[in-house]
Every structure is written in C-alpha cells, then in structure tokens.
C-alpha cells in the first residue's frame, strides 16, 4: 500500500505494511483509479480523514519521484500526471506509444519503510530496489 508522507511540498509516496506510521510522518491513502476504457486517466488520492491529498504525479528527471500533490503545484515541478489508469487490476502508464508499469519499491533509510519510484527504463534503481505491481481493489 502506498503511503505519503505528509510534512514537506513533495508528498512523496512510500511503501509500508503500518500505514498509520506517526512516529515516521506516514498517513495512509485511498486512491480514485480510473479504468484504461475511461477519459480521465488521472489518478486522485484521498487522506484518511477524508481531506484530498492530490493527484499521483511521477518525475523521471528527479531521481524517479512519485508522489502526490494538487494539480497546480505539479504543473509547477514539471511532473508527469495524466497517463494513469488501470489495465484489469494493475495500475499502467500510457507514455503514448505503449502501457509501461515501472514502479519500483527502493529502500530508504527506515527500516520497513521504502520509496515508491517510477523506473522508465526498467533498470534497478539501486541494489536495494524491486519491482512493484501497484493493483486497484474493490471495497
């Protein structure tokens, strides 16, 4: 389950099995996914507590960030936001040409916790990085 960490403007997002993680800043996140059949292939996240967190934006040019953040601020770092959506139940990128899933978990310096990143070529991002499936759910 990804996750973001709140405090700061990048609202990067993060891999952990306690997603309600105060002492390292981690609020956990539900996610509007749209289908690859839609218009919109934008992706929204939501707080727990209801408040919105942004749409989900990747930055190849910035050590492969993803994150979450308003439409607005995203225009402002160059980020990548449309392309989104779901191909059956995994989450896709369409570059235009073809449906890439380069997200990656890249450990961080807390233990149990890991970056989440976009990895355009599909090369390890680091020794401690592994390929993710980021999958939509029914509730």
Not at 30 to 50: C, H, K, R
Not at 98 to 106: G, M, N, R, T, V
Not at 109 to 138: E, F, Q, R
């Amino acid at each position: 389950m990804a996750q973001t960490h709140p405090l700061g403007q990048s609202r990067l997002l993060y891999i952990t099995q306690t997603p309600d993680d105060s002492e390292n800043n981690i609020a956990p996140v539900t996610w509007d996914l749209p289908s690859i059949t839609g218009e919109n292939w934008v992706v929204n996240a939501t707080f727990a507590n209801g408040t919105g967190a942004g749409s989900l934006y990747i930055r190849p040019e910035e050590d492969n960030a993803v994150g979450v953040l308003p439409m607005a601020s995203i225009s402002k770092i160059n980020g990548t936001v449309t392309g989104f959506a779901l191909f059956a139940t995994q989450l896709v990128y369409n570059n235009n040409t073809q449906l890439e899933a380069q997200f990656w978990a890249e450990k961080t310096n807390t233990s149990g916790i890991y970056s989440l990143v976009w990895n355009s070529d599909g090369v390890s991002a680091s020794g401690d990085s592994y390929p993710v499936v980021i999958k939509g759910v029914t509730s």
